[in-house]
């Protein structure tokens, strides 16, 4: 229902504190116990496998799954997967595969393929009946509810929140007792951080959506786990709004697609505290060309005086889960630049919400 909104969109997005929060209620045991039986299991390697923003919410899972909980990992694109496996695979492996839906043709494909060559099957899906769901072995899901805008905005985060719980249980052999119960206790305050800067950001949001509406290409950079998000963006604005964007791991930027930047090329710098000197040095050298740069982190005065724009985020969540945060101001603004171009953020012309 639309009651009090304008479009699905905004509705779901402004969710997803809600749907956070009723993931980690439903689905905390279920994660434990799936890692238990998972970390009992050995595997020599998790393969990651999803499409579009799945996919994008596999490579932020891949860098909690490798750096807590220290699994190998492989992430290969649904749509490629059975190009990339062999026919015979000696190490005794796991595939999380991960859709929305739980009905994508490349993702079943990939499953399948998987299945026929002996790997056992984690499931993240939002659909519990789907046929990916009666394909697992293992099966997390993302408690997002209905999403009815084609664009994936809470059925992302709520991926984000099942995967990042599941790879803190997994990392409970990895971790001391202290680190752990400290991880755990920040990823459960992840719906207040969301409410906050859901709040904090709508005003702003509005103001940097007025400012680029007519710009036709944009470039997101984000390193570690917001290269990720980067790429999230990227796709958030080809979908909803109809431009050009490309994201970019933060210093891969430099190596060839800095040719292109002038005053008619906004660039969105995702910046982690730990990471301001680097994006500092390198947001000088980008206004030195003319590209206004809107910075989204937390408060920093140096990036705020220095960015044309700056979003910020409140503090709390640790580099690997960062980007179920900072993939927020990217989602609203999206959102008001296609309002602002006058287009139905619902439904982009040519696409499906599921891909069959």
């Known amino acids: ?27 905390s045991e279920n994660a434990r116990k799936i890692a238990e039986e998972i970390n009992s299991e050995d595997f020599d390697i998790m393969y990651i496998t999803g499409s579009g923003t799945s996919y994008h919410a596999g490579l932020a899972s891949q860098y909690a799954l490798s750096n807590l909980a220290q699994i190998v990992t492989s992430l290969i ?12 695979i000696s190490r005794k492996s796991l595939l999380m595969a991960i859709s929305q839906s739980g009905e994508s043709t490349d993702v079943l494909r990939a499953v399948r393929y998987g299945i026929d060559r002996g790997m056992k099957v984690l499931g993240i899906t939002n659909t519990p009946g789907s046929t990916l769901a009666r394909l697992s072995d293992y099966h997390l899901t993302p408690r997002s509810g209905k999403e009815l805008a084609v664009p994936a905005t809470k059925s992302y985060i709520a991926q984000l929140i099942a995967i990042f ?33 859901l709040r904090r950001l709508d005003e702003p949001i509005r103001e940097v959506a007025d400012k680029y509406a007519d710009k036709n290409l944009f470039f997101i950079l984000g390193s570690g786990p917001n290269y990720a998000t980067a790429l999230e963006g990227a796709l958030k604005l080809k979908e909803t709004c109809n431009v050009f964007a490309e ?69 709390g969540l640790p580099k690997v889960f960062s980007p179920i945060l900072y993939v927020i101001p990217l989602q609203l603004l999206t959102y008001h630049i296609s309002v602002r171009r006058g287009l139905n953020p619902d439904k982009p012309e040519r696409l499906r919400k599921v891909v069959k």
């Open 77 to 88: 694109p649904a749509s490629e997967f059975h190009r990339w496996i062999p026919q015979r």
């Open 1 to 27: 229902m639309l009651i009090g909104y304008t479009h699905h969109m905004i509705r779901e997005i402004l969710e997803e504190p809600k749907v956070v929060q009723e993931t980690i209620t439903r689905e």
């Open 247 to 315: 994201g970019f791991a933060t210093r891969e930027f430099l190596h060839g697609p800095m040719r292109l930047v002038d005053d008619r090329t906004p660039i969105i710098m995702l910046t982690y505290k730990d990471e301001a000197d680097e994006s500092l040095s390198l947001i000088r050298g980008f206004k030195g060309f003319g590209a206004p740069i809107i910075s989204i982190g937390e408060e920093h005065a140096e990036l705020h005086i220095l960015s044309d724009s700056f979003l910020q985020l409140p503090t």
């Open 165 to 197: 719980m599941l790879s803190l249980e997994l990392a409970r052999t990895n971790l001391n007792a202290d680190e752990w119960e400290e991880l755990r206790k920040t990823l459960n305050n992840t719906p207040n951080l969301l409410d906050e800067a």
